[in-house]
C-alpha cells in the first residue's frame, strides 16, 4: 500500500510569488491534514480536509489556503510568499479522527 | 505558539542501551497520543500511539507510557540501534473533540546512539 505522496519534493520561490503544493494520501484515507515544520517553531498545524470540506484551520494567515479533491488529494496554496514561508511543508493522511496519522515525506519550499 | 523552540534536548546512548524519552503534554482534554521518529530530510515516521483509557502499549522493541495525572508520555526504546538515530516527537490529538486532523507537537528530542 502506496504512503502518502507529496510533490514536489524540493522548490525554489522568489518573494512575492505563490506556489501550490500537492498530497496523495493513503488509497482510503479521507483526512488530509497540513504541517509546516521549521527549525524555530517546530510542527505547526496549517488545516485539515475531509470530503473536500475545510474542518480545522491553524493559526496562519490566510495567504495560506488549501483544497481537496473528489479522490481525497489535497493542494495548498501559499501566495505572496515571504522569506519567512521557507520551511519543510508536511501532508498527512488518516481514515478518520482518532486513527493513526501518518505523514508524507514533505516538500521542502525556499523562499529568496 | 503552541510547539518546539530553538534547542531540542538531546539524549546520546551506547547501541544495546535501553532508552528512554520523555515529552510532557499541554491540553489535559487529549485522549489520543503518538510517537513519531524523523530522520534527517524525511518525514515523520509513526512509532506507536496509545489512547487515554490505556496506560501503557507494546511494539516492537518500544512501549509507551502515559501518565495522566502528571500529563506525562514517554518512550522506551529496547536495545536501542545506530538506526533509531534520529529527532523523537510526540504529538496529542482531542480526537473526541473537534480537532480534526490537529496534532500538537512536543519540541522533540535529538537520539543519538553511538555503536
Known amino acids: 500500500k502506496a504512503g502518502v505522496t507529496q510533490t514536489p519534493r524540493y522548490l525554489i520561490k522568489t518573494r512575492g510569488q505563490q506556489v501550490t503544493l500537492s498530497c496523495s494520501p493513503i488509497s482510503g484515507h479521507r483526512s488530509v491534514s497540513w504541517y509546516q515544520q521549521t527549525p524555530g517553531q517546530g510542527l505547526q498545524f496549517l488545516f485539515e480536509?475531509?470530503?473536500?470540506?475545510?474542518?480545522n484551520k491553524g493559526n496562519f494567515p490566510g495567504r495560506f489556503s488549501g483544497r481537496q479533491f473528489s479522490n481525497s488529494r489535497s493542494e495548498m496554496n501559499v501566495s505572496t510568499l515571504e522569506l519567512g514561508d521557507s520551511a519543510l511543508y508536511l501532508c498527512?493522511?488518516?481514515?478518520?479522527?482518532?486513527?493513526?496519522?501518518?505523514f508524507g515525506e514533505g516538500s521542502w519550499l525556499t523562499v529568496v | 505558539g503552541e510547539s518546539v523552540g530553538l534547542h531540542l534536548p538531546t539524549l546520546s546512548v551506547q547501541e544495546g542501551d535501553n532508552s528512554i524519552i520523555n515529552c510532557a503534554y499541554s491540553n489535559s482534554a487529549s485522549d489520543y497520543f503518538i510517537w513519531y521518529k524523523q530522520e534527517s530530510g524525511k518525514g515523520p515516521q509513526f512509532i506507536i500511539d496509545?489512547?487515554?483509557?490505556?496506560d501503557k502499549r507494546q511494539g516492537q522493541r518500544v512501549t509507551v507510557l502515559l501518565n495522566k495525572t502528571v500529563k506525562h508520555l514517554s518512550l522506551q526504546i529496547a536495545a536501542t540501534q545506530p538506526g533509531d538515530s534520529a529527532v523523537y516527537f510526540c504529538?496529542?490529538?482531542?480526537?473526541?473533540?473537534?480537532?480534526?486532523?490537529?496534532?500538537?507537537f512536543g519540541q522533540g528530542t535529538i537520539l543519538t546512539v553511538h555503536p
Open positions: 498527512a493522511s488518516s481514515g478518520r479522527t482518532g486513527n493513526t496519522i501518518y
Open positions: 504529538a496529542e490529538q482531542n480526537a473526541g473533540g473537534t480537532s480534526y486532523g490537529k496534532l500538537t
Open positions: 496509545i489512547r487515554s483509557n490505556m
Open positions: 480536509y475531509f470530503s473536500e470540506t475545510q474542518r
